[in-house]
């Protein structure tokens, strides 16, 4: 509605250089006396009048379908012709006999006009139905619904861009429900993973306060070994959080990994022994890489306790070294990781067996964290499938 005093006064305008136009085509033509000059200026200011009339009357009281519009159009210019045809006629432009027979291919014109438009609107109508229809399903919820109209004019860009973006909606839906059923997932393994060290400890606390502990100090054990989970589990968590963030903090240079390996087999070498795991290394006398020498810790911390997690008693973790790929592998003598849950297996709260891993207090995420440090430092890691556990680590170099 804004829009229609503009286009109104366009069309005054545009009336008004057509009467210019045509009032010097005349004197330049025909060399019109006075009274006929004042003639033609009176009859196209009535012409022009009656077609700014018929304009707003239609754009009041146009009709709804795109069909009937079309069709007023269409029959607008013929009538607006035959206007002035009878007015030239009337004021002795023309004959009797020619306006009759010039009103006879006029109507003649109108019809193969309107033929011409039921031609061309019939299509357009059908295609913009079409496009009422699928922004109608997609208001319903069906984000399967797509246009696809083959027109190359507008209508055709419009249906492309809605079917763009019905795409994009069902995109982003699909992403909605993969991080809904993604928070699902880790709210439940974080409530497990949290719950069953502390009901642990609280029954072990039970026994001692009640002094019905048969052995106090394995109890402590236990306790203290439950807290330990439980602030393995924190750091963890708050690690991600702050990888997703990008506000871990690293600081990254030239150091010696082989350094880094040697603390981490003494720092696991206890762990290991609970299970009659040894653990060897194998490799160059230096590895130097850029990394930073506290976060290459934790990475290595995680992939060996992960291998002596999963592997059976009396195997060996094998940490093998190759100075010309910059690589740290990590080899265990478990089932492995199975091909399709090598990628999967990285991502916070994934366990391939449940069960087994529940039981034997992996809380799935430090892999994840792994990841996460090494890509900050601009690194890869990744695992072969089984049989036989393996995870490659490589670094830059120094």
Same mark, same amino acid.
């Given at each position: 509605?804004?829009?229609?005093?503009?286009?109104?006064?366009?069309?005054?305008?545009?009336?008004?250089?057509?009467?210019? $136009?045509?009032?010097?085509?005349?004197?330049?033509?025909?060399?019109?006396?006075?009274?006929?000059?004042?003639q033609?200026?009176?009859?196209?200011?009535?012409?022009?009048?009656?077609?700014?009339?018929?304009?707003?009357?239609?754009?009041?009281?146009?009709?709804?379908?795109?069909?009937?519009?079309?069709?007023? $159009?269409?029959?607008?210019?013929?009538?607006?012709? +035959?206007?002035?045809?009878? +007015?030239?006629?009337?004021?002795? *432009?023309?004959?009797?006999?020619?306006?009759? *027979?010039?009103?006879?291919?006029?109507?003649?014109?109108?019809?193969?006009?309107?033929?011409?438009? =039921?031609?061309?609107?019939?299509?357009?109508?059908?295609?913009?139905?079409?496009?009422?229809? !699928?922004?109608?399903? /997609? %208001?319903?919820?069906?984000?399967?619904?797509? +246009?696809?109209?083959?027109?190359?004019?507008?209508?055709?860009?419009?249906s492309?861009?809605?079917?763009?973006? !019905?795409?994009?909606?069902?995109?982003?839906? $699909?992403?909605?429900?993969?991080?809904?059923?993604?928070?699902?997932?880790?709210?439940?393994?974080?409530?497990?993973?949290?719950?069953?060290?502390?009901?642990?400890?609280?029954?072990?606390?039970?026994?001692?306060?009640?002094?019905?502990?048969?052995?106090p100090?394995?109890?402590?054990?236990?306790?203290?070994s439950?807290?330990?989970?439980?602030?393995?589990?924190?750091?963890?968590?708050?690690?991600?959080?702050?990888?997703?963030?990008?506000?871990?903090?690293?600081?990254?240079?030239?150091?010696?990994?082989?350094?880094?390996?040697?603390? !981490?087999v003494?720092?696991?070498?206890?762990?290991?022994?609970?299970?009659?795991?040894?653990?060897?290394?194998?490799?160059?006398?230096?590895?130097?890489?850029?990394?930073?020498?506290?976060?290459?810790?934790?990475?290595?911390?995680n /992939?060996?306790?992960?291998?002596i997690?999963?592997?059976?008693?009396?195997?060996?973790?094998?940490?093998?070294?190759?100075?010309?790929?910059?690589?740290?592998?990590?080899?265990?003598?478990?089932?492995? =990781?199975?091909?399709?849950f090598?990628?999967?297996? =990285?991502?916070?709260?994934?366990?391939?067996?449940?069960?087994?891993?529940?039981?034997?207090? %992996?809380?799935?995420?430090?892999?994840?964290?792994?990841? %996460?440090?090494?890509?900050?430092?601009?690194?890869?890691?990744?695992?072969?499938?089984?049989?036989? %556990?393996?995870?490659?680590?490589?670094?830059?170099?120094?």
């Amino acid at each position: 509605m804004k829009r229609w005093p503009q286009l109104l006064i366009a069309l005054a305008v545009l009336a008004t250089l057509a009467g210019l $136009a045509a009032t010097v085509t005349t004197e330049i033509v025909m060399a019109p006396s006075q009274s006929e000059r004042n003639q033609l200026i009176a009859l196209m200011g009535s012409i022009a009048a009656a077609t700014l009339i018929i304009t707003i009357v239609f754009r009041l009281f146009a009709p709804r379908s795109l069909t009937r519009r079309m069709l007023v $159009a269409a029959i607008s210019g013929p009538v607006v012709i +035959a206007s002035a045809l009878t +007015a030239g006629s009337q004021s002795m *432009f023309l004959s009797e006999h020619d306006l009759q *027979f010039l009103l006879i291919l006029l109507a003649f014109a109108t019809v193969l006009g309107i033929g011409v438009m =039921f031609t061309l609107a019939r299509p357009l109508t059908e295609d913009l139905a079409a496009l009422t229809r !699928v922004a109608q399903q /997609v %208001g319903k919820g069906n984000l399967e619904a797509r +246009a696809d109209l083959q027109r190359i004019d507008e209508v055709g860009e419009l249906s492309t861009a809605i079917d763009l973006m !019905v795409d994009q909606i069902s995109t982003s839906r $699909a992403a909605r429900d993969e991080a809904e059923h993604e928070r699902s997932i880790t709210l439940a393994s974080l409530s497990h993973d949290a719950r069953t060290p502390l009901t642990s400890m609280r029954l072990a606390t039970e026994a001692l306060l009640d002094g019905v502990a048969p052995d106090p100090d394995r109890y402590l054990r236990t306790i203290e070994s439950d807290i330990n989970a439980v602030e393995t589990l924190i750091n963890d968590l708050f690690t991600i959080g702050q990888l997703e963030a990008n506000r871990l903090e690293i600081i990254s240079g030239p150091m010696d990994a082989m350094n880094t390996v040697h603390d !981490v087999v003494e720092l696991m070498t206890p762990i290991a022994d609970n299970k009659n795991v040894r653990i060897t290394v194998s490799g160059p006398v230096t590895l130097p890489v850029t990394a930073d020498p506290s976060q290459l810790t934790r990475v290595l911390s995680n /992939v060996v306790s992960n291998a002596i997690r999963h592997s059976p008693t009396d195997e060996v973790v094998c940490i093998e070294i190759d100075p010309d790929e910059q690589q740290v592998s990590v080899f265990d003598g478990g089932s492995g =990781f199975p091909e399709d849950f090598c990628v999967e297996a =990285f991502q916070p709260f994934r366990r391939h067996d449940e069960a087994r891993e529940r039981a034997q207090g %992996g809380a799935g995420l430090g892999l994840a964290v792994a990841k %996460g440090i090494v890509e900050a430092l601009d690194g890869k890691i990744w695992a072969d499938p089984g049989p036989g %556990g393996a995870v490659h680590l490589q670094l830059p170099a120094a």
